[in-house]
């Protein structure tokens, strides 16, 4: 059992940047797939960005070269770095851990076994 806990969403200004975290808590974190995804409101839910247990990382394109997906398997921790932010990127952002065994899977939020609250990003323009 996994549990996940963001932090670090809020406010900002377009062009601006956030970085969230999400604490997890249980056994074996350094062994699951990390990923981000993202809700926004009368929208599907949708992948944002994904990290392996060995540190592949994977993007969403509407995020690549503006968001950084990183891990502190010591902190049993994974961050999302996003700079440039836009008025599009204004959702709900969930954490989520699984074990992924294809890469082309990485997207598919079914593939996650445990998620997180969720943390509000509201990018202003």
């Known amino acids: 059992q996994v549990q996940l806990v963001e932090s670090g969403g809020g406010l900002v200004q377009a062009g601006g940047s956030l970085r969230l975290s999400c604490a997890a808590s249980g056994r074996s974190f350094s062994t699951y797939h990390m990923g981000w995804f993202r809700q926004a409101p009368a929208k599907s839910r949708e992948f944002v960005a994904a990290?392996?247990?060995?540190?592949?990382?994977y993007y969403a394109d509407s995020v690549k070269g503006r968001f950084t997906i990183s891990r502190d398997n010591a902190k049993n921790t994974v961050y999302l770095q996003m700079n440039s932010l836009k008025p599009e990127d204004t959702a709900v952002y969930y954490c989520?851990?699984?074990?992924?065994?294809?890469?082309?899977?990485?997207?598919?939020?079914?593939?996650?076994?445990?998620w997180g609250q969720g943390t509000q990003i509201t990018v202003s323009s």
């Open positions: 990290i392996s247990w060995s540190g592949d990382t």
């Open positions: 989520a851990a699984g074990f992924v065994r294809l890469a082309r899977h990485i997207a598919e939020g079914s593939k996650y076994d445990y």
